[in-house]
Protein backbone atom coordinates (compact mmCIF):
# COMPACT_ATOMS: atom_id res chain seq x y z
CA UNK A 1 0.00 0.00 0.00
CA UNK A 2 1.45 3.35 -0.85
CA UNK A 3 2.29 6.14 1.46
CA UNK A 4 2.92 9.80 1.16
CA UNK A 5 4.88 11.48 4.20
CA UNK A 6 5.69 15.25 4.22
CA UNK A 7 8.03 16.70 6.35
CA UNK A 8 7.93 19.39 7.73
CA UNK A 9 4.47 19.87 9.10
CA UNK A 10 4.48 23.24 9.65
CA UNK A 11 7.10 25.66 8.52
CA UNK A 12 7.41 29.41 8.93
CA UNK A 13 10.12 31.79 7.30
CA UNK A 14 10.22 35.24 6.55
CA UNK A 15 9.64 37.11 3.44
CA UNK A 16 12.13 36.41 0.65
CA UNK A 17 13.47 33.58 2.00
CA UNK A 18 14.14 30.14 -0.17
CA UNK A 19 12.30 27.54 0.99
CA UNK A 20 12.18 23.38 0.08
CA UNK A 21 9.35 21.38 0.95
CA UNK A 22 10.06 17.44 1.21
CA UNK A 23 7.73 14.60 0.05
CA UNK A 24 8.35 11.35 -0.10
CA UNK A 25 6.38 8.12 -1.06
CA UNK A 26 6.72 3.94 -0.30
CA UNK A 27 6.39 2.74 -3.37
CA UNK A 28 8.88 4.00 -6.52
CA UNK A 29 6.55 2.69 -9.07
CA UNK A 30 4.63 5.47 -9.18
CA UNK A 31 3.23 6.70 -12.33
CA UNK A 32 2.78 10.51 -11.91
CA UNK A 33 3.49 12.74 -8.90
CA UNK A 34 1.59 16.31 -8.53
CA UNK A 35 2.00 19.26 -5.95
CA UNK A 36 -1.12 21.05 -5.05
CA UNK A 37 -1.89 24.49 -2.86
CA UNK A 38 -4.68 24.62 -0.48
CA UNK A 39 -5.97 27.86 0.79
CA UNK A 40 -8.43 27.23 4.22
CA UNK A 41 -11.68 26.70 3.55
CA UNK A 42 -10.62 26.40 -0.35
CA UNK A 43 -9.99 23.00 -2.71
CA UNK A 44 -6.98 21.85 -4.04
CA UNK A 45 -5.64 23.96 -6.95
CA UNK A 46 -2.60 22.09 -8.93
CA UNK A 47 0.73 23.62 -9.12
CA UNK A 48 2.68 21.27 -10.96
CA UNK A 49 2.61 17.73 -12.28
CA UNK A 50 5.57 15.25 -12.95
CA UNK A 51 5.44 12.00 -15.20
CA UNK A 52 7.32 9.53 -13.61
CA UNK A 53 9.69 9.69 -16.85
CA UNK A 54 10.67 13.33 -15.65
CA UNK A 55 12.88 14.49 -13.28
CA UNK A 56 11.63 18.13 -12.48
CA UNK A 57 9.00 20.71 -13.69
CA UNK A 58 9.26 24.39 -13.23
CA UNK A 59 6.64 26.83 -13.07
CA UNK A 60 7.76 30.55 -11.84
CA UNK A 61 9.07 30.66 -8.76
CA UNK A 62 8.20 26.95 -8.10
CA UNK A 63 11.09 24.35 -9.14
CA UNK A 64 9.31 20.29 -8.30
CA UNK A 65 12.38 17.41 -8.59
CA UNK A 66 11.33 13.89 -8.55
CA UNK A 67 13.39 11.42 -7.68
CA UNK A 68 11.84 8.21 -8.61
CA UNK A 69 14.39 5.51 -7.35
CA UNK A 70 15.17 6.81 -3.61
CA UNK A 71 10.87 7.86 -3.19
CA UNK A 72 11.26 11.34 -2.80
CA UNK A 73 10.57 15.09 -4.45
CA UNK A 74 10.81 18.34 -3.40
CA UNK A 75 9.29 21.40 -4.09
CA UNK A 76 11.35 24.36 -4.01
CA UNK A 77 9.91 28.18 -3.29
CA UNK A 78 12.01 30.49 -4.19
CA UNK A 79 11.85 34.20 -3.05
CA UNK A 80 8.89 33.37 -0.56
CA UNK A 81 5.75 35.85 -0.32
CA UNK A 82 3.30 36.33 2.02
CA UNK A 83 0.68 35.23 -0.44
CA UNK A 84 2.85 31.90 -0.74
CA UNK A 85 0.58 31.22 2.66
CA UNK A 86 -1.04 28.35 2.21
CA UNK A 87 -1.42 23.96 2.67
CA UNK A 88 1.23 22.17 0.43
CA UNK A 89 -0.20 18.89 -0.84
CA UNK A 90 1.86 16.06 -2.33
CA UNK A 91 -0.14 13.12 -4.10
CA UNK A 92 1.30 10.58 -6.57
CA UNK A 93 -0.48 7.95 -8.85
CA UNK A 94 1.08 4.55 -8.17
CA UNK A 95 1.22 1.91 -10.92
CA UNK A 96 -1.60 -0.53 -10.44
CA UNK A 97 -3.41 1.30 -8.73
CA UNK A 98 -6.38 2.19 -10.83
CA UNK A 99 -5.13 6.09 -10.56
CA UNK A 100 -5.85 6.72 -7.18
CA UNK A 101 -4.11 9.92 -5.88
CA UNK A 102 -2.78 9.19 -2.72
CA UNK A 103 -1.99 11.73 -0.93
CA UNK A 104 0.00 12.93 2.10
CA UNK A 105 -1.10 15.13 5.39
CA UNK A 106 0.63 18.57 3.73
CA UNK A 107 3.12 21.19 5.07
CA UNK A 108 1.48 24.21 6.60
CA UNK A 109 3.47 27.12 5.31
CA UNK A 110 3.00 30.50 7.14
CA UNK A 111 5.18 33.16 4.90
CA UNK A 112 5.54 36.13 7.23
CA UNK A 113 6.05 40.22 6.00
CA UNK B 1 -13.55 27.87 -18.74
CA UNK B 2 -15.46 27.38 -16.05
CA UNK B 3 -13.72 24.43 -12.89
CA UNK B 4 -15.10 21.98 -11.58
CA UNK B 5 -18.48 23.52 -10.12
CA UNK B 6 -19.68 21.98 -6.59
CA UNK B 7 -22.72 22.80 -4.31
CA UNK B 8 -23.84 23.58 -1.92
CA UNK B 9 -20.28 25.11 -0.53
CA UNK B 10 -21.07 24.78 3.41
CA UNK B 11 -23.88 22.47 4.95
CA UNK B 12 -24.93 21.56 8.50
CA UNK B 13 -27.04 19.07 9.67
CA UNK B 14 -27.98 17.26 12.64
CA UNK B 15 -26.78 13.38 12.96
CA UNK B 16 -29.68 10.42 11.53
CA UNK B 17 -30.73 13.09 8.79
CA UNK B 18 -29.94 12.74 5.05
CA UNK B 19 -27.54 15.05 2.99
CA UNK B 20 -27.06 15.23 -0.65
CA UNK B 21 -23.66 16.95 -2.89
CA UNK B 22 -23.55 17.78 -6.69
CA UNK B 23 -20.86 17.94 -8.84
CA UNK B 24 -20.30 19.50 -11.82
CA UNK B 25 -16.97 18.60 -13.33
CA UNK B 26 -15.15 20.49 -16.13
CA UNK B 27 -16.58 20.09 -19.49
CA UNK B 28 -15.39 16.97 -21.66
CA UNK B 29 -13.52 14.96 -18.48
CA UNK B 30 -14.83 11.91 -18.98
CA UNK B 31 -12.97 11.00 -15.19
CA UNK B 32 -14.63 12.24 -11.89
CA UNK B 33 -13.40 11.55 -8.64
CA UNK B 34 -15.38 12.40 -4.71
CA UNK B 35 -12.65 12.52 -2.26
CA UNK B 36 -13.06 12.94 1.39
CA UNK B 37 -10.88 15.07 3.59
CA UNK B 38 -10.51 15.26 7.22
CA UNK B 39 -9.19 18.04 9.40
CA UNK B 40 -4.98 18.13 8.74
CA UNK B 41 -4.87 15.20 6.48
CA UNK B 42 -4.82 14.59 2.54
CA UNK B 43 -8.03 13.77 0.38
CA UNK B 44 -8.94 9.83 0.34
CA UNK B 45 -10.79 8.90 -2.90
CA UNK B 46 -14.16 7.69 -2.02
CA UNK B 47 -15.22 6.76 -6.04
CA UNK B 48 -14.11 7.25 -9.20
CA UNK B 49 -15.80 7.35 -12.44
CA UNK B 50 -15.04 6.69 -16.19
CA UNK B 51 -18.35 8.61 -17.80
CA UNK B 52 -21.05 6.94 -16.09
CA UNK B 53 -19.68 3.52 -14.20
CA UNK B 54 -18.36 3.89 -11.03
CA UNK B 55 -14.94 2.04 -11.61
CA UNK B 56 -13.11 2.05 -8.34
CA UNK B 57 -16.03 2.56 -5.28
CA UNK B 58 -13.50 0.43 -2.84
CA UNK B 59 -13.59 3.13 -0.52
CA UNK B 60 -16.72 4.13 -0.22
CA UNK B 61 -19.08 3.08 2.92
CA UNK B 62 -21.49 1.54 0.64
CA UNK B 63 -24.52 0.90 4.07
CA UNK B 64 -24.90 4.98 4.09
CA UNK B 65 -23.14 6.13 1.04
CA UNK B 66 -24.03 6.06 -2.33
CA UNK B 67 -23.09 7.95 -5.32
CA UNK B 68 -24.83 8.55 -8.88
CA UNK B 69 -23.62 9.91 -12.36
CA UNK B 70 -26.51 9.18 -14.65
CA UNK B 71 -25.58 10.67 -17.85
CA UNK B 72 -21.98 10.66 -17.70
CA UNK B 73 -21.61 14.55 -16.61
CA UNK B 74 -22.58 15.81 -13.10
CA UNK B 75 -22.81 13.46 -10.28
CA UNK B 76 -24.28 13.29 -6.65
CA UNK B 77 -22.77 12.10 -3.60
CA UNK B 78 -25.33 10.93 -0.87
CA UNK B 79 -24.97 10.19 2.87
CA UNK B 80 -28.39 8.33 4.87
CA UNK B 81 -28.18 8.88 7.63
CA UNK B 82 -25.59 10.88 8.39
CA UNK B 83 -23.36 10.10 11.51
CA UNK B 84 -21.32 12.38 13.67
CA UNK B 85 -17.75 11.29 12.48
CA UNK B 86 -19.02 12.12 8.71
CA UNK B 87 -17.85 16.38 9.46
CA UNK B 88 -15.24 16.68 7.04
CA UNK B 89 -14.73 18.22 3.15
CA UNK B 90 -16.29 16.28 0.51
CA UNK B 91 -14.02 17.52 -2.61
CA UNK B 92 -15.06 16.93 -6.06
CA UNK B 93 -12.57 16.69 -8.97
CA UNK B 94 -12.29 15.91 -12.55
CA UNK B 95 -10.01 15.02 -15.34
CA UNK B 96 -9.79 14.44 -19.17
CA UNK B 97 -8.86 10.39 -19.04
CA UNK B 98 -7.38 8.55 -15.49
CA UNK B 99 -3.89 9.10 -15.25
CA UNK B 100 -2.69 10.89 -18.42
CA UNK B 101 -3.31 14.57 -17.44
CA UNK B 102 -3.46 15.93 -13.66
CA UNK B 103 -6.94 16.21 -11.57
CA UNK B 104 -8.67 19.39 -11.04
CA UNK B 105 -9.92 20.10 -7.89
CA UNK B 106 -13.85 22.21 -6.82
CA UNK B 107 -14.01 23.98 -3.93
CA UNK B 108 -15.42 21.54 -1.93
CA UNK B 109 -17.97 21.19 0.68
CA UNK B 110 -17.56 21.63 4.00
CA UNK B 111 -20.39 19.21 6.26
CA UNK B 112 -20.78 19.60 9.57
CA UNK B 113 -22.63 17.10 11.72
CA UNK B 114 -24.38 18.00 15.47
Known amino acids: KQEVTQ????LSVP??????????????AIYNLQWFRQDPG?????LL??????????SGRLNASLDKSSGRSTLYIAASQPGDSATYLCAVISGGSNYKLTF???????VNP | EAGVVQSPRYKIIEKKQPVAFWCNPISGHNTLYWYLQNLGQGPELLIRYENEEAVDDSQL???RFSAERLKGVD????????????????????????????????????????
Open chain 1, 7 to 10: IPAA
Open chain 1, 15 to 28: EGENLVLNCSFTDS
Open chain 1, 42 to 46: KGLTS
Open chain 1, 49 to 58: LIQSSQREQT
Open chain 1, 104 to 110: GKGTLLT
Open chain 2, 61 to 63: PKD
Open chain 2, 75 to 114: STLKIQPAELGDSAVYLCASSLSPASVEQFFGPGTRLTVL
